[in-house]
């Protein structure tokens, strides 16, 4: 019987290069949205030091939204539809004008900003424990695989987002613990550096668009039975179980 896990894409094409890699991400997104799915947002990954370290690698990447990715705040996540979920507490980003690089700073950032809202990120990845390199995990939508988000909004000017602190506790228990700043010294960077990575492609991010920032602590293996709750500084909780 076959693996339920794919090799990962660059054992296959060894002289696969990140552009390479946008390609298909951005090819699979075509057809998703020709079948009639909606993009409802981007996130970026690979952005602390944590989660590098986690995965082993250091450069970020990038991500779509579907619509079918969205998962209500208190709600239950069925597993049996995922692979091998992990769950990272995020910082996200609304925007109320578009954002276009190159040279996209942290001051166009908060200038374009609506408001900032708390998310977690539920990635699942076709690969064998995760083990990827930057180029195959891009070709894999950055392992996008769910996302909740809710707690409060809050304006990007009342809230220092570098000191703003994050508990992830699972079944009741604190597993991991953040500041903001873990996400490249200030999540906006997060945002920047997005616009910075799709201009490349000719690319921009689109007025009202909603942004997770990547995970501000190691992402955390979850099975069916596992609660989940986040407590975000200013920014309220977010809570989800699997089942
Ligand atoms: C890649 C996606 C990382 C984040 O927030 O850092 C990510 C992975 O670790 O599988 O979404
Ligand atoms: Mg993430």
């Known amino acids: 019987m076959g693996s339920i896990f794919s090799s990962k894409i660059t054992d296959d094409y060894p002289d696969m290069d990140f552009e390479d890699a946008c390609d298909i991400q951005w090819e699979i997104r075509r057809r998703k949205e020709a079948r009639g799915t909606r993009i409802v947002g981007l996130k970026m990954g690979l952005t602390s030091w944590a989660k590098m370290k986690q995965m082993g690698v250091d450069k970020a990447c990038y991500g779509f939204l579907a619509d079918y990715f969205s998962c209500p705040e208190g709600g239950e996540i069925d597993t049996s539809k995922l692979i091998h979920p992990k769950i990272e507490a995020e910082i996200a980003f609304v925007l109320k004008k578009p954002l276009r690089?190159?040279?996209?700073?942290?001051?166009?950032?908060?200038?374009?900003?609506?408001?900032?809202?708390p998310a977690v990120e539920i990635i699942d990845s076709r690969y064998k424990d995760f083990k990827f390199d930057i180029t195959s995990v891009q070709?894999?939508?950055?392992?996008?695989?769910?996302?909740?988000?809710?707690?409060?909004?809050?304006?990007?000017?009342?809230v220092d987002m570098r000191t703003l602190g994050v508990v992830l506790e699972k079944?009741?228990?604190i597993v991991d613990v953040a500041a903001g700043a873990a996400v490249l010294g200030h999540p906006a960077a997060s945002v920047a550096m997005l616009a910075n990575m799709l201009a490349e492609r000719g690319e921009?991010?689109?007025a009202n668009t909603f942004i997770m920032t990547g995970g501000v602590t190691a992402a955390v293996l979850v099975q069916p039975g596992d609660s989940i709750n986040v407590r975000y500084q200013a920014l309220g909780s977010i809570s989800v179980r699997f089942v």
């Open 171 to 173: 079944n009741g228990e």
């Open 101 to 117: 690089g190159p040279g996209c700073h942290i001051g166009d950032v908060l200038a374009a900003t609506d408001f900032i809202l």
């Open 139 to 158: 070709a894999d939508n950055s392992s996008s695989s769910r996302f909740v988000t809710g707690g409060k909004m809050v304006l990007p000017q009342d």
């Open 204 to 206: 921009e991010i689109p």
